[in-house]
């Protein structure tokens, strides 16, 4: 290995890591607030990514008579518990959020013929019609289990992987896509080249990061936030609903799960089920964080990132192998030296 | 007799399926039988034991890649490769074990995954192991001479397996060592301060969990005859782990409810869905995740606590417990003679003195009290002596021997019990039970001897123990409620029940008599006499000064985690430091 | 009528299947999991096949293996025990066909594999005696690959491979033949279908520095190292295996794939083969067919390997017909037997001629090179 490989594998492995580093705030997120580890995050990177194809192959994707179907479900059900209620004034804000915002964008990808839109376009409307999802699933899955244990609402979340996977298959059926880059831009820095596209996604992530640590620090709902992932009960108490965070911890997740997703499409092929293995190593690095130190988070990513690209040099055959077990010595650590309440739930 | 109809007839249906059923059914129940082995493991290591793993598939494929490989390549008995399997999947769950189990919280589930996904790929990328494409042309399994080549003639090796691991689990958890593996989840600090060697108890779940998965992998590359590396993926460990919660985590027959439940789903719907949507497009799974999230939200706790009130009770334990022998009690130190001395004990946490060269003694038939306001630092000074959280520095001799370094395990082994300023017990065992893991280390039958109950005598000891302080503490109508229905008071009468149960020459008591009422905290006060009359060394925490003055023999009053009094109860009443203390910023 | 049809379906599921005299085909495909690519145009091939063979009703019982060879072992199982089949045709990947013949053999009914490690069917010995495939084997397209290298000069060459039993079967049976050739092999590299790099890979074997690659992956995601390869500016020749021929694999690899080889069977340039070719007529069937049910472009090697098991059945229940009566031991031996009888039979991806030691029967008429040239497969003549 000489220099230059040790570069280019370097940043192989920085923007990968930019990826997991997504991902994994993601997770820490929806984790704190929810007590959720979410696995299904690598599906709507799969959606973002998928949705977005479609488009640029001139075709309509089906992942809008999703949002539209779960949509109606929401709404059905929220109608009923709120007639039963006598709580007729949410009606309004049901009908809303749950119907009339997914038929507009069903309506606007029917009528404007989103290939030939400029790619802005196309990219906010694969986001309006993947990032509902988010909070739906919320509402559908996990809002009835609030209470359930950590195993619990890990074994549903795996469930709704197998649901949104399996939809996957069938609305982009088994092989990929990739989508036109943001920037063909070359930059020669020296001995080494490097792509726009690269630049753009860890450029794009890095402004997340600091965007997703301004709307925590800054922000009424951001502050909401964390005060339900500190205590869940105290949060209530002083007025903030838990079901209001979770949701909003849902929107978020599934943003940047679709966000990164349209990032790596151009740079790698996408298929239905190229979010697991993405998640689950979006997950490592959360884990690594010890699922609740942001920048720890980041730098778990980056870790795994490197330890990929690095190892699937010396030994491709056995990149999975090292990656993970390379992982236990740091896990190995990580808990030895973070604090930890011992008797939790 | 009623109470085992139901067991009674899932056997004899069981005994009767292969000759009733069609080839296709009795390969459905061997694949529930091998994937219910599997899952039995991990309701005792998940759902009893606390600890989730992802990777119990690898541990199957260590079973089936043991024999596949030595028996085609060295042509090794089949029974013999069992025996080299169990060995390895031991060693290799050792290792493992000792690599991931120190992992606290959400740190094990991702070592598991780790694990998990490495053997996985070192499955497919080993060529002697037949690499991703597998071996083929595994011998038939023989027993007696018996050729085990059809589904139905494996079906019976494959249920006798299984119904003896469930019951020998059964009798596991049924036991002191099963105490203490269901004191893991929730209650490892407490098992820790009664003896139990948390970190061993894991680890023994864990290899227990891993030969079970072993034994199943062995029997599925029998009954396959093939083996490769994909059943033992991630994706399949998971969906173990889909077995024993959807089953009921916490309960043995869980996992064949689980197991037995998904295997028909998925074939169910494999049945169904193409009659309604077509021959083209594949819903199976789509359908198997929205019925698994449905179940989820109706049954939280899975299938079996929701059939089990269907049906009459198969599991509960027996409610009467049997005249014992007692067990052997330890030397008493003569009365007077100093049991412990605290010499300038010190804790720091963070930046925070929390204990400040604290010095105390107690002496073999007195009653100690340590008072002071709420914050002085009397409990973090319990923690220490106990060895729940030692001390940064200074010096504690217990009986002669210095023990501020040792683990709480090894300090109520030397005859220290304890209580908790806030209550620990287990709220779903029975109290009878959670007393009597104070008696943990008053039995010595291992795992091996519970699972086949060859250790029912000294366990009924142990229970007649158990049964014989709650009777003191005046609990004696209450052996078979669930602790956590107690009211508070008498959940501490439990809890000292408990710490008498370990046989302490020194009794640690934090605010014992919280909660009760007037009648109740005179009847603690004669039992602590009587125990002081016995010779016992008494050290108590307590706010309730009437209590404290009319049974303590020395007082010592701390504020700020520093000690600012020390005497007769009547001396340090009068104390002006102490007046100040408790009514300081009076005048 | 839909929900009609959807009452009788829920009415009739569970009920026992009815004693049939028609003729039952049970068929494993990996429609789902990470073999799905390759599963579906064979699940949708079974939706074309001829419903009447010599008189007699055909059905198909299809159903889904999740890419896993415990399910595959557990639809055969059911085929034989519950639905009585004549044949069975399954699986799509090599693992779950090994994983079959077991059952297969045991119950005495013949087994068509769509997968294509030769270990299927060889060595012969009496449980392979009921086990067929279709498609060609790895090592007779590894010899096209090398022959094909071997006339451009080639002296060295790298692998890159599937990270499953795929890349695997290639890996065994290309290593032997560059040996064979006297290339020298420079660099063995693995990669998962879902990576989203294989930047460490590409440049570890770049700096062995190859005369050509071999890429053996299938579908879309073998356009990964080749886009790869041509980003970090290889300039030697690619190739890949015919597991990448289908339409989204252009698609998705685009410009980076202009002048890679493979060799696949004719089906794939079906239109472009001399009218005087005999192939051409029994290839386009099947690709028109296809192509007309599930759009223009939509056609991929895979479902031809399941188009031909159907044909060998085709070709080979009239024969056994006159033996036996469908549902019957004998039936199913004779069928057997007729399957080992047949002679060229001209079907999508080749010619078959049965013998009682190859179970495959295809020749040099299964395999040509093909070049991609305007984003379009074009025969290598």
């Keep these: 290995m000489n220099l230059e490989i040790a570069l280019l594998l370097g940043q192989d492995g920085i923007v990968n ?126 809002q009835p289990l609030a209470e359930a244990s950590v195993l619990i609402l890990l074994i549903v979340s795996v469930a709704v992987h197998l649901v949104l996977a399996g939809l996957g298959l069938l609305f982009f059926g088994a092989e990929g896509s990739r989508t036109t880059p943001f920037s063909e831009a070359q930059f020669q820095l020296g001995t080494l080249a490097v792509n726009g596209q690269t630049v753009f996604v860890v450029g794009t992530s890095v402004v997340l990061i600091i965007a997703l640590y301004q709307f925590f620090g800054r922000t009424l709902y951001g502050k909401a936030l964390r005060a339900t992932a500190i205590n869940r009960v105290g949060a209530r108490l002083m007025g903030i609903s838990n079901t209001m965070a979770g949701k909003l911890s849902f929107t978020l997740a599934a943003g940047i799960g679709a966000l990164s997703g349209i990032l790596i499409s151009p740079i790698t092929t996408v298929y239905y089920d190229t979010g697991f293995m993405i998640g689950l190593k979006g997950f490592v690095a959360a884990i690594i964080a010890g699922l609740a130190s942001y920048p720890l988070a980041a730098a778990g990513a980056v870790l795994v990132g490197l330890l990929e690209s690095f190892s699937s040099f010396w030994a491709s055959a056995f990149k999975e192998v090292i990656v993970f077990t390379l992982i236990i010595p740091v896990l190995m650590w990580r808990s030895l030296t973070s604090h930890h309440v011992e008797e939790e739930e | 007799m009623k109470r ?61 890649y043991a024999t596949g490989y030595l028996t085609t390549a060295h042509a090794v008995s089949p029974w013999l490769a069992l025996l080299i399997g169990l060995a390895l999947t031991a060693v290799v769950a050792l290792i493992l074990g000792f690599m991931t189990l120190r992992l606290s919280g959400h740190y094990l589930p991702l070592g598991t995954i780790a694990w998990g996904i490495s053997l996985y790929f070192l499955f497919g ?86 030969l079970f998965a072993c034994v199943s992998g062995w029997l599925y590359a029998h009954l396959q005859r093939f083996v490769n590396p994909t059943p033992f993926g991630l994706h399949i460990g998971i969906e173990y782990l889909f077995m024993a919660v959807v089953g009921g985590a916490a309960h043995v027959w869980g996992a064949l409810v689980g197991a037995g439940l998904i295997t028909v789903l998925k074939q169910w719907l494999q049945d169904i869905l193409p009659k309604i949507f077509g021959q083209s497009g594949n819903f199976e799974v789509i359908f198997f995740g929205l019925m698994l999230i449905i179940v989820l939200q109706r049954a939280r706790d899975g299938i079996w606590p929701w059939l089990i009130r269907v049906l009459p009770s198969m ?161 004696g109508g209450h052996l078979f409620d669930e602790a956590g229905s107690l009211p508070l008071g008498q959940q501490r009468l439990m809890e000292i029940a408990r710490a008498l149960c370990t046989d302490p020459c020194l009794l640690l008591l934090d605010e014992p008599a919280a909660g009760l009422r007037y009648l109740e905290k005179q009847a603690l006060a004669e039992l602590l006499r009587k125990l002081r009359g016995e010779g016992m060394g008494i050290l108590l925490v307590e706010h309730d000064m009437d209590f404290v003055m009319g049974l303590a023999d020395r007082v010592v ?10 005497g007769l109860p009547e001396e340090v009443q009068k104390d002006p430091v102490v007046l100040e203390a408790y009514l300081g910023g009076v005048e | 009528m839909k929900v009609k049809s ?55 019982i299809i159903l889904d293996d999740a890419s896993d060879t ?34 297969a053999a045991e119950a005495e009914t013949p087994l068509v594999s769509m997968a294509a490690s030769a270990r299927i069917v060889e060595p012969m010995d009496p449980k392979r005696h009921w086990v067929f495939k279709t498609p060609q084997n790895d090592l007779q397209m590894s010899t096209a690959i090398t022959e094909h290298m071997s006339n451009l000069g080639v002296k060295t060459v790298a692998f890159i491979g599937f990270s499953d039993a795929y890349g695997e079967g290639w890996w065994n049976e290309f290593s032997k033949m560059v040996d064979l050739r006297k290339l020298k092999m420079v660099a063995n590299e693995r990669f998962s279908r879902t990576d989203t790099s294989v930047t460490g890979q590409v440049l570890k074997i770049m700096s062995a520095n190859p005369d050509a690659i071999l890429i053996a992956g299938s579908g879309t995601p073998s356009a990964l190292p080749q886009k ?129 030691t190859d179970h495959l029967g295809l020749d040099q008429r299964a395999r040509v090179m093909v070049r991609v040239e305007g984003g379009k497969w074009v025969l290598e003549k």
Aim: proline share 4%.
């Design chain 2, 557 to 566: 009053v701390m504020e700020f985690g520093e000690k600012i009094s020390e």
């Design chain 2, 125 to 210: 990328n080993l060529d002697f192991l037949g690499g991703h494409t597998g071996l083929t042309s595994i011998p038939v399994l023989e027993l007696f001479g018996y050729r085990l080549d059809t589904g139905r003639r494996f079906y019976y090796i494959i249920w006798i397996a299984l119904l003896g691991a469930i019951l020998a689990t059964q009798n596991l958890l049924n036991s002191r060592e099963g105490r203490a593996i269901r004191a893991l989840k929730g209650g490892g600090l407490m098992a820790e301060a009664m003896g139990v060697n948390t970190a061993r108890t894991k680890t023994v779940i864990f290899i227990i969990a891993a």
């Design chain 3, 70 to 103: 415990t399910t595959a072992v557990r639809n055969a199982r059911k085929f034989v025990s519950e639905d009585k089949v004549d044949a069975i045709i399954g699986s799509t990947i090599t693992p779950n066909s090994l994983a079959m013949i077991d059952v």
């Design chain 1, 17 to 142: 890591g930019a990826i997991y580093a997504l991902l994994a705030l993601a997770l820490v997120l929806v984790f704190a607030v929810t007590r959720v580890i979410f696995i299904p995050q690598g599906e709507f990177v799969a959606y973002g990514a998928l949705t977005l194809a479609t488009f640029q192959m001139g075709k309509t994707p089906n992942t809008i008579w999703l949002l539209l179907g779960v949509g109606i479900l929401v709404a059905l059900i929220d109608t009923i518990i709120a007639v039963r209620g006598g709580n007729l004034g949410r009606l309004k804000r049901i009908v809303l959020w749950n119907l009339v915002l997914p038929a507009v964008v069903v309506g606007l990808v029917l009528l404007l013929e989103p290939g030939k839109l400029p790619l802005a376009a196309q990219v906010a409307l694969t986001l309006a019609i993947v990032v509902p999802l988010g909070p739906m699933v919320y509402r559908l899955v996990y």
């Design chain 3, 228 to 356: 790869a390869l041509k980003e970090k500016g290889y300039k030697g020749k690619i190739y890949q295996t015919h597991g990448a021929a289908n339409n989204d694999f252009l698609r998705v690899c685009g410009k980076d794939c202009e002048g890679t080889f493979m060799p696949t069977g004719p089906m794939l340039v079906a239109s472009q083969l001399p009218d005087t070719n005999p192939m051409k007529k029994s290839a386009l069937d099947y690709v028109t067919k296809y192509e007309k049910a599930f759009g223009a472009g939509s056609v991929a090697t895979f479902g031809g390997h399941a188009w031909d098991a159907g044909m060998l059945l085709v070709n080979a229940i009239p024969v056994a017909l006159k033996k036996s009566k469908p549902g019957t031991k004998e039936f199913r031996a004779a069928l057997r037997d007729a399957l080992e009888g047949t002679k060229e039979l001209y079907a999508s991806h080749g010619v078959f001629t049965m013998t009682p």
């Design chain 2, 315 to 475: 599991e509960t334990g027996e409610r009467v417990v049997a005249e014992a022998e007692p067990l052997p009690r330890r030397q008493m130190p003569a009365t007077g003679a100093v049991v412990l001395e605290v010499k300038n004990a010190r804790k720091v946490f963070g930046g925070l003195v929390a204990n400040n060269n604290m010095s105390l003694t107690v002496k073999a038939g007195e009653v100690m009290a340590l008072i002071g306001p709420n914050g002085a630092g009397k409990s973090t000074m319990f923690n220490c002596i106990s060895g729940v959280a030692p001390v940064t520095s200074g010096e504690i001799d217990f009986l002669g021997q210095r023990i501020e370094t040792l683990e709480s395990r090894e300090i109520v082994r030397r005859g220290m019990g304890r209580t908790f300023q806030h209550v620990r017990l287990l709220p779903t065992m029975s109290v009878l039970e959670n007393v009597a893991i104070g008696a943990h280390l008053r039995g010595s039958k291992g795992v091996l001897s519970a699972s086949l109950h060859l250790e029912r005598t000294e366990e009924a000891r142990l229970l007649a123990e158990a049964k014989r302080q709650l009777e003191r503490v005046g609990l």
């Design chain 3, 6 to 60: 959807i009452v009788v379906a829920l009415l009739s599921a569970g009920a026992v299947t009815l004693a049939h005299a028609d003729i039952t085909v049970g068929v494993s495909v990996s429609a789902t999991g990470p073999a799905a690519s390759l599963g579906i145009p064979e699940q949708n091939t079974f939706t074309l096949m001829p419903t009447e063979i010599g008189g007699e009703k055909v059905k198909y």
């Design chain 2, 4 to 64: 085992h109809l139901p067991l009674l007839v899932f056997l004899v249906a069981l005994a009767v399926s292969p000759v009733m059923l069609s080839e296709f059914y009795v390969t459905l129940l061997n694949y529930i039988g091998l994937y219910s082995i599997v899952a039995l493991g991990l309701v005792l290591l998940t759902g009893v034991g606390g600890l989730t793993s992802f990777g119990q598939a690898a541990f199957v494929g260590l079973g089936a």
